[in-house]
């Protein structure tokens, strides 16, 4: 039986589904009988949630607009190769 | 790592024809976090907006060499990760992606007893949306804050790990790492992130 440290440790491999079929189900029974453990995973599945929201949040990006990146795609549509 | 697709070479044929709408495209997709990823090197958002910008011109001037031996997000966030790096050995740091998950206390320690079991039960967490306004601030801006406060590392894997255009094994191959050590640092990173969240909460509820 896993001990609630251990559950802890895991607890992102679980969230990721990188666990194996032995460790999760091992898990899984101790999380069914472990209201600390079930309370734990629960805040780090939510804490992974925001982290995503964060890393991926769609903000409208301005257009872009450097005249560096005007010139080199007007070269390359010219066919001409890009001064390193 | 995770090949390119077949979006990603139709993509790559167009950037290479000067396409300007492909360009966009990439551009609204990746750089604003290509812009935060650069920040949490470089320590510096205006030097970080620099970075990401010389790294569009080394995309457009290196596109026609891209074999597809990896996705396109990919060899971008690369080609942004390199160049922060270098700008940051260039201002006197060096920025390892290896370092920031090998200290022995992952803040869960002390939450155990001698026995492995919970010493106070872990908080249960109500109406955590990214919405919710605690403390004055929406939780999403407390976490984005939380993550602003990591080890260079961390941040990485995390904001990586995020996007959806990147495998695990991308994140890996993006900071030169190996999956044990991003695992490691991804670990610590949400344990920090989580250890903030449920401050902020733990003041609302007293």
């Known amino acids: 039986m896993l001990s609630c440290r251990g559950v802890a440790e895991r607890a992102n491999a679980m969230i990721d589904g990188d666990l194996g079929g032995w460790e999760a189900a091992t898990m899984r029974l101790h999380l069914l009988l472990c209201r600390g453990c079930a309370r734990f995973l629960r805040q780090m599945r939510a804490t992974q949630d925001m982290t995503e929201a964060v890393a991926s949040e769609a903000v409208t990006q301005p257009e872009a607009a450097d005249a560096r990146f005007d010139a080199l795609l007007s070269e390359l549509r010219n066919g001409k190769p890009s001064a390193g | ?206």
């Open chain 2, 1 to 206: 790592m995770a090949t390119s697709t077949p979006n990603d070479i139709e993509l790559a044929g167009r950037l290479a024809a000067g396409d300007r709408a492909a360009f966009e495209e990439l551009y609204r997709r990746h750089n604003r976090a290509m812009v935060r990823l650069a920040t949490a090197i470089v320590r510096s958002r205006d030097t970080a907006e620099d970075v990401a910008q010389d790294t569009w011109v080394a995309v457009l001037r290196n596109i026609g060499g891209f074999q597809g031996r990896s996705s396109l997000a990919a060899w971008i966030f690369t080609i942004l990760s390199n160049a922060a790096r270098s700008r940051a050995a260039r201002d006197g740091r060096m920025v390892s992606f290896d370092s920031g998950g090998d200290d022995a206390d992952d803040g869960l320690a002390s939450a155990f007893d001698g026995r492995g079991r919970w010493r106070d039960l872990p908080a249960l967490w109500d109406e955590v949306t990214p919405e919710r306004v605690v403390a004055g601030r929406s939780l999403l801006d407390h976490v984005n804050r939380a993550i602003e406060s990591l080890p260079p590392s961390q941040q990485a894997v995390l904001l990586l790990r995020g996007q959806k255009d990147l495998e695990p094994a991308d994140v890996c191959a993006t900071l030169g790492i190996s999956d044990g050590a991003m695992r490691v640092l991804l670990h610590r990173a949400r344990l920090a992130v989580r250890r903030k969240l449920d401050a902020v909460l733990a003041e609302c509820r007293l």
